[in-house]
């Protein structure tokens, strides 16, 4: 009977067309996705990276997940229809009277379905595969075919999981007999994936998390998270101990839900009913068997207006927006989705454990978490609704009353929309809530209003308008449902084919941004615009529904066509060319002010002209220029107009031994004029790069002079793009906008496959530190050295205007204010201008101003950043030198401009988002007081760049970076302690780890970094640390300030982080010098691991503790490959019998660090012992013995090493 | 009050001639439409409902062109599908509250008037707070006489209401029906005899898409009056029977004997004895005739 069962649902699947629609769906775009990866689209769209293996093993998992992924929003309509057919045909009321097992009927039918799913997914597979083989992708970048790799995904992930999504969804379906909660359910597990995610987010629940992680994907990746990009490129997916329990685990619950069906299932003609109160039964018996009734029915009036109409289509969606709401499931997801968003609320924009303030903007930030349920909601409602009164079989008689098709379809788009009101206000609901549970209580509540019911909703709407138009189309709300979702995730992939402006993509367009300090800013009108031409195409939408609205039953889609035809009349071609001509009017004056009135270009062509620029100009890059020495600048910001002008000058010198001729200035905008004070032939011009070259008529001889005179202004912002950097409050403008000399070599592409296509030599990205011939310029500027700054800047009467140097006088003039700068020392070519609405707070000591200028309801962490800046210049003045200023400024801009502090001259623009809004806990458990820390960087900076610049080669950034982070964290250490820097430490190591798997091109030791933010903060911060426990934070620091007296304010030739290092060498006893060539001369990681320990009393009431631990490290070649020696056959190896294979590492003649703790009067733990011990092996055991009783042991346990595994280094006892 | 309906032409993609080149005029009063499964019955219904469009052919409604002006027919049509569900979970009244806002009923107070009453035509007010979708066939097809009932209709169709409804349920049902037809006009199609007999004033039996008799209940009777035979007859003679004579129709009696009806304008044999001719015999000889036209 099984079989039976079994083949008859084999062959209903195998005749129904739909089956084939999915076969062919998840076969297409698994080769669209693997042939793109494998560069299949180069030629045209932007070339694909060289360094990563387009079909390695984790690419393979990453991208066959999340197909998978994807997939399961069809589980509904395979593995339920399974079952669910035979209550719609309401075959079950014959078949459950047959003869068969309940086994035979729920495996068979569970079987078949799992069988189809299962095809499904290996046609994924198939897909994949042939898509990295494609004709035309890049060959460099596709590894041999490892049908294992295949093999292990499908079998250990895939088919488990389709079991386990499967199962579930059957069991909903079963027991509900109903389609949509078996979707609804799939949307409840995404988002309690999502959910599952981002509480098991913290590093303390990495196990947790990869074995509840129902995927197996964070299974895989407890094993995969730091592998180099070696090791992504060549490594086979792992199989380990976590993958097992977590597949075990999962596989077991699959078991049990199918076992729980199983024991549930009845061959029942209704329901089952989990109610918990049981009806009492009552007999019913017939009355009705009288006789005749006079009809008189009461005169009622009717009314068919227009009016009247527009009211009962509001009823009507009454109808069907609680037909929505009521039905538990939705109810049991929005439940669901209200946890998400808390949990989203509470785990976001959370920087080194501290959270940010609950402000109102961050909490619409979370609307994303509804987004994607609103949107499935919507496309599966539409569906519903469109298709309700035939479901319910009760179309004839609707369709035969005299109400208007409109009334009809727009009833059911109102009710969609009321539906989206209600989520959109349980997101302000859960944000309001969750800003009062965090004692945060100014609500902005017109804010939350216009976001969600006019922003956000429009966006759904337009979908909404999709939808119904689709949903009426197809007449299956299911396969509508597909279709619909089949476009929403399909057209991400345009960009991909080459399609990549927003008119050519349904209801894209650029974003909007917020912040505190401007407001929407410009981005709320484009966003606006954009979606006003959506809409308008919605509308068009709108009236093919109307069209093709049934009514009634027609017997063939071309009768439905013949109806659409007749339905259209002069007002419907009126009304729909008048919106046509709308939305193509709008479009194409969107194309026209995008690609003709300002060029747009491709993401292609943007590559091309990188091409071009290195070409014709690279060959103009050494020839000497003049260096500027003294900049004067009037700059005058309109906040109102959204515009600047500045003029200028600039006085230049000759510093070459050689004569100049030629000028290469690059300007910023077209609207820039130059001039010079002495004849001049402009023999270039080239306003593509904004590139010009200029004779002079007489050669600029040796220390000869010369002045430029400027112009600059700011594009004009039209209503559609915005080309200025000035915002209405909070400008933020650097001397980019001023014009510039030499060939910049910025714009190179940097990628040498790339390259190498475009027939150009491979990239050395920045010439070696030992180079002595590319010393001549600072990582910051390339034409000038030291210079003289003074600038007067104006802007509107309420707002100050901010430059660095000393303010010489404010004036108000015709309605504007001005203010005079005057720097009275030498100061690197850095500076920027900000204006706003500015509130300040002033503070003087030892003869230093401080002064915060804030955005009026930002005045959260003032006194943490003021302390920030005391205690940096304080910690920086002992340990280095002095400071230059008598002045330290920050300056609040809108996050809108980003999310960084940058630190100029005495003045340091500061985001709101990375301090003035902090929520910073004091408490032992809290997270890193970054507005202190941050602040503290930046001050830093005075020092570690604006005193010591590095030249314009590998490693320069450490010289900056690296050291402004070592400072803060010696200020945090010092006011916080060292629980904090704990905190600190490991997440600067886990996003060390975590960020250089990500590497594109190399990753170079710390000294010869290329200015990767993982290299020079996170590494940089680690190693410093650690060097300071090394050899002790007053020789570092006596070996800095030796060095910086002897580098500050140099001329070229510049020093370099080779130089650095040698002082640092200097400061460091032989013993240690191998740390130098770990830290900063190769990439060098540890894997320290306790084994085992334990501990005996002793007879004189003391405690001897034996640990057993292994120390190894091995050194990284610049892509992640491990080698254990320098020296061939140097390597140490150990092995055990368990062990699978050896532990190797390099030689050893260590100093580690070895602990021992305690638990101390507060239940906390404290130091008993902690000692560097001498190690030469990788399988060590000591004794120690310590006067408390100890709880826990570890090697180097404050993780101050760099260290693959940072969680095993500690055991408890 | 005329329903005109003129060349009527319906062919489905599988090629079924539903309505063949139908001409049938229809006035006030019940009138009964009579025929087979499958006769074409709920696809002229549905045609005339405004459901489904025709080939060709024209329907007129007093000077409502139907297929030409669709609502102003749906404004005075009552219609009764012959299967029909209703969403779940709504109660008789609230659904009937949602069909009156669909049949234009203005006013609250109105509606619930209208309400009330229909509810108490067909016997439903007990339990008008229960949900539809649990309701008896019987009481189902009386909630679909009363939401047929909101717009006060003046064209009445109702297709095969009696199907599967236990007898009492279908006697009441066919008296509101009754009430309900007197000043308008109802058309009532059945494959049941009786239900025509009892009811209609005007008939006809259709089959195949065409209209194969028109006429009254008295006259189609009356019209056979002398030419209907009957006989007691054992099982195996049957056979004899059936190929010699024009056999309308053959009942078992209790003791395995046979009553056969025979059609003949003379006595076809001395053991046939005439008889009343009843309605049944009317349609027998009507699907019949059309029988061998067609062969």
């Known amino acids: 009977m099984f079989l039976t069962i079994f083949k008859y649902e084999m062959r209903y699947w195998l005749r129904r067309p739909i089956f084939y629609i999915y076969a062919a769906i998840f076969f297409i775009f698994p080769i669209l996705i693997s042939s793109s990866s494998a560069g299949l689209f180069d030629n045209i769209t932007t070339t694909t990276g060289s360094t990563r293996i387009a079909n390695s093993a984790i690419e393979i998992f990453e991208m066959f997940n999340a197909m998978l992924v994807i997939m399961l929003i069809l589980f509904p309509s395979i593995i339920g229809v399974a079952i669910n057919r035979d209550y719609k045909s309401e075959m079950h009321t014959i078949m459950y009277s047959y003869p068969f097992t309940k086994t035979n009927y729920l495996f068979a039918k569970f079987l078949s379905a799992l069988v189809i799913v299962s095809f499904i997914i290996l046609l994924i597979g198939l897909g994949l595969i042939i898509g990295f083989r494609f004709p035309g992708t890049n060959t460099d970048i596709v590894g041999p075919l490892h049908i294992k790799t295949y093999f292990h995904i499908y079998f250990i992930y895939l088919l488990p999981n389709a079991l386990l999504f499967g199962s579930i969804v059957f069991a909903m379906v079963t027991f509900t007999r109903s389609i949509i909660a078996g979707f609804f359910t799939v949307i409840g597990l995404l988002l309690i994936s999502g959910l599952l995610n981002d509480i098991l987010s913290g590093d303390d629940y990495r196990m947790l998390d990869a074995i509840l992680n129902p995927f197996g994907g964070s299974a895989s990746n407890y094993y995969t998270r730091y592998w180099t990009p070696a090791e992504r490129n060549t490594f086979l997916l792992p199989f380990g101990k976590v993958i097992l329990y977590n597949r075990l685990f999962w596989l077991s619950i699959s078991v049990i839900i199918f076992g729980f069906v199983y024991k549930y299932f009845r061959f029942d003609q209704n329901a089952i009913s989990f109610s918990f109160k049981k009806k009492k039964g009552e007999r019913v018996t017939k009355n009705n068997f009288g006789g005749l009734t006079k009809i008189d029915l009461p005169k009622v009036s009717f009314d068919f207006s227009f009016f009247q109409n527009l009211k009962t289509t509001w009823k009507l969606s009454n109808v069907d927006f609680k037909y929505i709401i009521l039905n538990p499931i939705f109810i049991f997801i929005v439940v669901i989705a209200v946890f998400a968003l808390f949990s989203e609320l509470s785990f976001s924009g959370s920087f080194f454990g501290t959270d940010t303030l609950p402000m109102t903007w961050k909490m619409l930030q979370s609307e994303d978490v509804l987004g994607l349920f609103i949107v499935i909601s919507t496309f599966l409602y539409a569906g519903m609704l469109v298709h309700r009164s035939r479901i319910a079989n009760m179309s004839h008689i609707v369709d035969g009353t005299a109400i208007p098709n409109w009334t009809l379809f727009v009833s059911k788009l109102i009710a969609l929309i009321k539906m989206q009101f209600l989520l959109l206000t349980l997101v302000m609901l859960t944000g309001v809530i969750y800003q009062m549970y965090s004692g945060f209580y100014d609500f902005e509540i017109g804010h939350y209003m216009f976001e969600l019911y006019i922003l956000n909703f429009i966006n759904y709407l337009i979908w909404t308008l999709l939808a119904l138009f689709i949903q009426t189309l197809v007449r299956n709300a299911y396969l509508g449902l597909f279709i619909m979702l089949a476009i929403f995730i399909g057209i991400d992939f345009l960009s991909a084919l080459g399609i990549e402006q927003n008119i050519f993509k349904y209801n894209r367009g650029p974003f909007y941004s917020y912040s505190d300090m401007n407001g929407y800013g410009q981005s709320f009108g484009l966003y606006l615009i954009y979606k006003f031409y959506w809409l308008l195409n919605g509308i068009l939408f709108l009236i093919l529904t109307r069209l093709l609205w049934v009514r009634g039953i027609p017997s063939s889609f071309k009768e439905r066509l013949q109806i659409a035809k007749s339905r259209i009349t002069k007002n419907t071609v009126l009304g729909f060319s008048v919106v046509l001509i709308a939305f193509i009017g709008l479009g194409y004056r969107i194309y026209y002010e995008n690609n003709i009135a300002n060029p747009r270009r491709s993401a292609k062509e943007n590559e091309q002209l990188r091409v071009d620029w290195e070409k014709t100009y690279k060959k103009f890059e050494n020839v000497a220029q003049p260096r500027i020495v003294a900049v004067n600048a009037n700059m005058n910001i309109f906040p109102n107009e959204l515009s600047y002008n500045a003029d200028g000058n600039f006085t230049m010198v000759n510093k070459t031994n050689e004569s100049i001729d030629s000028l290469f200035v690059n300007y910023n905008t077209e609207r820039s004029t130059i001039d010079f004070n002495r004849s001049h032939q402009l023999v270039s011009k080239d306003t593509v790069f904004n590139f010009h070259i200029y004779k002079l008529d007489q050669e600029l001889l040796p220390g000869d002079s010369l002045i430029m005179s400027f112009t600059a202004k700011s594009m004009e912002n039209t209503f559609f793009r915005r080309f200025s950097p000035v915002v209405s409050n909070g400008t933020f403008i650097n001397n980019g906008a001023f014009p510039s000399f030499g060939y910049g070599p910025g714009r190179e592409l940097r990628d040498n496959k790339t390259r190498e296509k475009y027939d150009l030599p491979p990239n050395k990205l920045r010439p070696h530190p030992s180079d002595s011939t590319a010393l001549g310029n600072t990582y910051i500027s390339k034409d000038a050295d030291w210079i003289d700054f003074e600038t007067v800047v104006s802007t509107s009467e309420d707002q100050i205007a901010i430059a660095p140097g000393y303010l010489q006088k404010e004036w108000i003039e015709d309605g504007r204010r001005y203010f005079h700068y005057k720097m009275d020392s030498k100061i690197l070519n850095f500076y920027a201008y900000n204006s706003a609405r500015y509130e300040v707070k002033r503070e003087e000591s030892d003869g230093i101003n401080y002064e915060i200028y804030y955005h009026k309801a930002h005045a959260y962490n003032l006194d943490r950043m003021m302390a920030g800046m005391k205690d940096a210049i304080k910690y920086s003045e002992n340990a280095f030198s002095d400071y230059q200023h008598r002045q330290a400024r920050i300056i609040e801009f809108p996050r809108t401009a980003g999310s960084f502090a940058q630190s100029f001259p005495n003045t340091i623009p500061f985001s709101e988002t990375i301090g003035f809004i902090a929520d910073v806990d004091d408490s032992e458990e809290g997270g890193v007081d970054y507005p202190y820390s941050v602040t503290a960087h930046e001050i830093a900076h005075q020092w570690w760049a604006h005193q010591v610049i590095g030249a314009d080669v590998l490693g320069a950034t450490m010289l900056s970076e690296s050291l402004s982070e070592y400072v803060s964290l010696k200020v945090l250490e010092a006011k916080h302690g060292s629980n904090k820097m704990r905190v600190f430490l490991k997440d600067a190591l886990d996003r060390y780890l975590r960020s250089r798997t990500f590497e594109r091109k190399r990753e170079n030791a710390l000294m010869y970094n290329d200015g990767q933010g993982y290299i020079r903060y996170q590494k940089g911060s680690l190693i410093f640390y650690a060097l300071s426990d090394y050899i002790g934070e007053e020789s570092l620091n006596n070996a800095l300030s030796k060095y910086v007296e002897k580098v500050k304010f140099q001329e070229p030739p510049y020093t370099t982080s080779i130089e650095m290092v040698d002082y640092l060498r200097e400061a460091t006893p032989d013993s240690l010098q191998y740390v130098i060539k770990d830290m900063f001369e190769t990439v060098t990681l540890y894997d320290n691991e306790v084994v085992n320990t334990s501990f005996e009393e002793t007879e004189d009431g003391k405690y001897e503790v034996e640990i057993e631990f292994l120390v190894s490290k091995y050194r990284n070649n610049d892509q992640g490959k491990r080698s254990y020696f320098d020296e061939p056959d140097s390597s140490l190896s150990y092995k055990t019998d368990e062990m699978e294979e050896a532990k190797e590492s390099l030689p050893l003649v260590d100093y580690i660090d070895i602990g021992v703790f305690y638990e101390n009067e507060d239940g906390k733990k404290d130091v008993a012992y902690l000692k560097k011990h001498k190690i030469t092996q990788i399988n060590n055991t000591i004794k120690i013995i310590v006067e408390e009783k100890p709880v826990e042991v570890g090697v180097d346990p404050f993780n101050k090493l760099i260290d693959i595994n940072s969680e095993d280094n500690r055991k408890e006892l | ?295």
């Open chain 2, 1 to 295: 009050m005329k329903l005109t309906i003129n060349n009527l032409t319906k062919t489905y993609k599988n090629g079924v001639k539903a309505i063949d080149n139908l001409n049938i005029e229809i006035g006030t009063g019940m009138f009964g439409l009579l025929g087979p499964n499958g006769a074409g019955k709920s696809s002229l219904m549905r045609t005339i409902a405004t459901l489904q469009s025709p080939d060709s052919g024209s329907i007129f409604f007093n000077d409502i062109n139907v297929l030409e002006d669709k609502m102003a027919l749906r404004k005075v049509l009552g219609y009764l599908p012959q299967s029909f569900g209703v969403y779940p979970k709504m109660s008789a009244e609230k659904l009937l509250d949602y069909f009156a806002t669909l049949k234009g009923v203005k006013s609250k107070e109105d509606r619930k008037k209208l309400i009330d009453e229909v509810l108490e035509i067909t016997n439903l007010y007990e339990v008008r707070k229960k949900s539809v979708s649990g309701y008896s066939g019987g009481m189902k097809q009386r909630f679909g006489i009363a939401q047929l009932l909101l717009n006060n209709p003046k064209l009445i169709i109702v297709d095969e209401p009696t199907a599967g409804l236990d007898p009492a349920e279908r006697h009441r049902f066919l008296n509101i029906l009754r009430e309900v037809g007197t000043n308008c006009t109802v058309i009532f199609s059945t494959h049941i005899v009786e239900d025509v007999k009892e009811l209609c004033n005007e008939m006809a039996i259709l089959n195949g898409g065409r209209i194969l008799k028109h006429t009254t209940p008295m006259d189609a009777t009356n019209e056979l009056e002398g030419q209907i035979w009957t006989k007691t007859i054992e099982r195996s003679e049957l056979d004899g029977i059936e190929a010699n004579y024009n056999l309308l129709s053959s009942n078992y009696n209790q003791d395995n004997s046979l009553n056969v009806r025979v059609y003949s304008a003379e006595q076809p044999s001395d053991d046939f004895i005439t008889t009343d001719p009843q309605l049944d015999d009317v349609y027998f000889i009507a699907l019949k005739e059309d029988q061998i036209e067609t062969v």
